[in-house]
């Protein structure tokens, strides 16, 4: 399995190599820095060759560190990978010609405050095609939410996730949302009964849906499953199920989304990533 760790030198992106070598086995990840100049102004530009001497030497700074970071925490070593220019698009074209199939992020969850934090990661997980293991903080790397449907995870794609990942002893918990009628558009006066018939259905729906996920959970060895059926919000009722869980990580699915979809509201998924305190591992 080959990844790529995208690093500013800060701490929350080792951290976030560290977490995700506690939940993936047997990979091998490239370590990616960018020295960043899309948010100097042309005056500054202008004085390019001091700047561009200052950002390689810091550059070759953070890749050496970080290669001597792997050796000492067992991590496998690809290579490294020096370049200049804008983060997301850095990282977008590195991960379209190596075809990676995990891209690994720290970010502080602000905004606004460095181009590789935060907003970053966002853009990347929204436009990547691979899947991107995004980390906040360091933490226990033991309590596993799995936030499932029935459209965004095709089963191969769920399955090799799962044949990566190492969930032996982990505490995990799998769950889908349906909405309640009143989050339903309808017209007319609704019949007492009807919403009564569609609330049940929709939790048989969502319960055959966590059986069919536990039976793949169950072919690697993992029978020892936390199931729920919320209702509500998808976003909110994931996001609060974390909170008062603990969750270390949350996993959801996500569609790539094209340059026409960066002006719509967020998804789900990305609501979550601005939202949890966990850590989050979006499929593609």
């Not at 190599?17 to 820095?33: G, P």
């Not at 953070?62 to 020096?82: A, P, T, V």
């Not at 209702?231 to 989304?257: F, P, Q």
């Not at 789900?268 to 499929?283: G, P, Y």
Request: aromatic content about 10%; some cysteine; proline content about 1%.
């Amino acid at each position: 399995m080959k990844a790529l760790f995208c690093t500013d030198g800060s701490q929350i992106s080792y951290g976030a190599i560290v977490n995700f070598s506690q939940w993936f086995k047997n990979y091998t990840a490239d370590i990616l820095t960018v020295a960043d100049w899309s948010c100097l102004s042309d005056v500054v530009l202008s004085e390019v060759s001091s700047i561009s001497s200052k950002c390689s030497n810091n550059a070759n700074s953070i890749l050496d560190y970080s290669q001597h970071f792997f050796y000492e925490n067992n991590i496998n070593f690809g290579r490294k990978i020096k370049s200049c220019g804008s983060a997301v698009d850095v990282i977008l074209s590195n991960e379209k010609d190596e075809e990676y199939e995990y891209l690994i992020m720290g970010s502080n969850g602000k905004k606004g405050l460095q181009k590789w934090l935060g907003s970053v990661s966002q853009e990347v997980a929204s436009f990547s095609k691979s899947s991107v293991y995004i980390s906040k903080s360091s933490n226990y790397s033991n309590k596993v939410v799995f936030a499932l449907d029935d459209s965004l995870i095709s089963s191969r794609r769920f399955i090799s996730t799962l044949k990566n990942m190492n969930l032996e002893g982990k505490d995990i918990h799998i769950l889908t949302v349906y909405q309640t009628p009143e989050y339903l558009f309808l017209e007319g006066n609704m019949d007492s009964n009807w919403v009564v018939d569609i609330d049940e259905k929709q939790k048989r729906e969502g319960l055959m849906l966590l059986s069919q996920y536990e039976e793949i959970f169950n072919d690697f060895g993992y029978d020892n499953l936390h199931k729920s059926v919320l209702s509500g919000n998808n976003a909110e009722a994931i996001i609060k199920y974390c909170d008062e869980n603990k969750a270390d990580l949350v996993v959801c699915g996500m569609r790539t989304r094209n340059a026409i979809s960066k002006i719509l509201p967020g998804s789900v998924s990305r609501r979550i990533l601005e939202n949890v305190a966990a850590d989050v591992l979006i499929m593609k």
